[in-house]
């Protein structure tokens, strides 16, 4: 609460004046106190608790396809504390000008990963350190990005998220499963030759070490696993019950967990309050993971039409994809990653309008991996969903939706309130948006240009509205 209370004051300090959030950390030490002193003497409202914004447009991210009448938002600490299409009386706060602006729940993306979107995969099992700092620049960009919220579905995350939590760094809410618990020869399995044959019980490689991935083969193995990652702080499981693209020994037909390894994983997670989400392509690796009682299956690009039935019937979730080109042309010509990449990309729209036709619950993320260039590119891959969605579906999706999702993590949420909405008592993650987003979704693919104010927990880190 201190550390949020500090930032709040500071970033409105900063709002005050005409410098910019990367401009202040590049001054001098002793700079930085005197500008900041002289913004807050100027700005005594940023030392006010509560933020109104006047005379905005609300996207409340519970499905409308159209915004609200002119209203009235009162942010009071990291909560929305009235909603209004009246004047709202509000001794002391903030007042923001919204000019009919839109203001939207800020985005949340179900599929990323924090400490693996931009290092290379060299960075990301090397100098921890190093990587460590690439990541924690990263989460900033992530959130300059309009993105408030990630589902982190594998990586050494713990770190970067209790820095975020506690205000050191400046990032996302992360929803953390931890190591993806992966089988030998299984996806995320990304050991070289050299390091078999394997003991059971270690000794460990550098990715087990590091917590990128962790190799179990056996019920046993999997609770024990599961286990360290909750006592870690995860907040979900991630197994790869199937092969993947970028692991090398890992074919895309080979269903890799047996059912009982992927039973004793929904055993512990159910011990836990919260639930397993598993990395499948086929039809074969996803019946088997809905057979163990999994309830997110993650890509399922490769599925068939009896599957997607299976999936709705159940009310499974389906976490997909709009996987960009750019991601497939970064695997070298040649290679067996970019022969099974070519094999699944087909795949993406067929899925899409099979999620469609049977009205899967379904998730949105991007799925980001070794390319800070395509990290940049997170808003215009959601953008890139109006193939299959109209803005408001889309942008549903990335809001309401997939805060749905997060939830199911029950006792082991890390922040437990409403997100992805807008509405009396939610989570103050907004964003503010120079123009209507359920117009045109390029307006979110460029969050530099036309999110004027991103605001996270009540506190806002970017406020542009003085700014040509």
């Not at 460590?132 to 998220?161: C, H, I, S, Y």
């Not at 991996?369 to 997170?378: E, G, N, T, V």
């Not at 004027?452 to 880190?461: E, T």
Request: proline share 5%.
């Amino acid at each position: 609460m201190v550390a949020a209370s500090v930032a709040r004051v500071w970033s409105r300090a900063l709002g005050a004046g005409s410098l910019t959030w990367r401009g202040f950390i590049r001054l001098a030490p002793g700079v930085r106190w005197l500008w900041a002193l002289v913004a807050l003497a100027a700005c005594p409202s940023a030392w006010a608790d509560d933020v109104l914004f006047e005379n905005i447009r609300i996207f409340d991210g519970k499905g409308a396809t159209s915004l609200s009448a002119p209203s009235h938002v009162l942010v009071r600490g990291n909560r929305i504390a009235r909603i209004s299409t009246e004047p709202v009386e509000a001794d002391g706060a903030l007042r923001i000008a919204g000019n009919g602006r839109t203001l939207m729940p800020g985005l949340i993306d179900a599929h990323w990963h924090a400490m693996l979107a931009r290092a290379t995969p060299a960075e990301s099992f090397g100098d921890v350190g190093f990587n460590n700092l690439v990541a924690a620049d990263e989460a900033k960009d992530t959130l300059m990005r309009g993105f408030t919220t990630v589902r982190d579905v594998g990586g050494p995350v713990f770190g970067l998220k209790r820095a975020i939590d506690t205000g050191i760094v400046v990032g996302p809410r992360i929803y953390p499963s931890g190591a993806m618990i992966t089988v030998t020869s299984g996806h995320g399995d990304f050991r070289q030759m050299s390091d078999l044959p394997r003991a059971i019980g270690g000794p460990f490689t550098r990715m087990e070490v590091v917590g990128g991935s962790i190799v179990v083969d056996s019920p046993d193995e999997v609770r024990l696993r599961a286990r360290e990652q909750f006592m870690q702080g995860a907040a979900l499981i991630k197994v790869t019950a199937g092969g993947g693209v970028s692991s090398p020994h890992s074919p895309l037909d080979v269903t890799t967990f047996t059912e009982p390894e992927l039973r004793a994983a929904v055993e512990i997670a159910d011990n836990w309050g919260t639930y397993v989400a598993a990395h499948a392509f086929t039809s074969h690796a996803i019946r088997v993971a809905i057979a163990a009682g999994v309830k997110c299956i993650e890509h399922g690009f490769l599925m068939d039409e009896e599957t997607a039935r299976l999936i709705a019937d159940k009310g499974i979730w389906l976490s997909l994809q709009p996987l960009p080109e750019l991601l497939r042309q970064g695997f070298a010509e040649g290679t067996v990653e970019r022969a099974k990449a070519d094999e699944v990309w087909p795949g993406i729209a067929r899925t899409y309008e099979l999620a469609k036709k049977y009205k899967i619950k379904t998730a949105w993320g991007t799925d980001v991996l070794f390319s800070r260039a395509l990290a940049q590119q997170q808003g215009a891959i959601l953008a890139s969903l109006t193939r299959w969605y109209t803005p408001a579906e889309a942008l549903s999706m990335a809001t309401g939706t997939n805060a749905e999702l997060l939830a199911l993590s029950g006792p082991r949420n890390p922040y437990p309130g409403r997100l992805g909405v807008i509405e009396e008592g939610a989570l103050a993650d907004l964003l503010l948006v120079d123009g209507n987003p359920l117009e045109t979704m390029e307006l979110v693919a460029d969050a530099a240009k036309n999110f004027k104010i991103i605001m996270k927990d009540g506190v806002i880190y970017k406020n542009t509205l003085d700014r040509p």
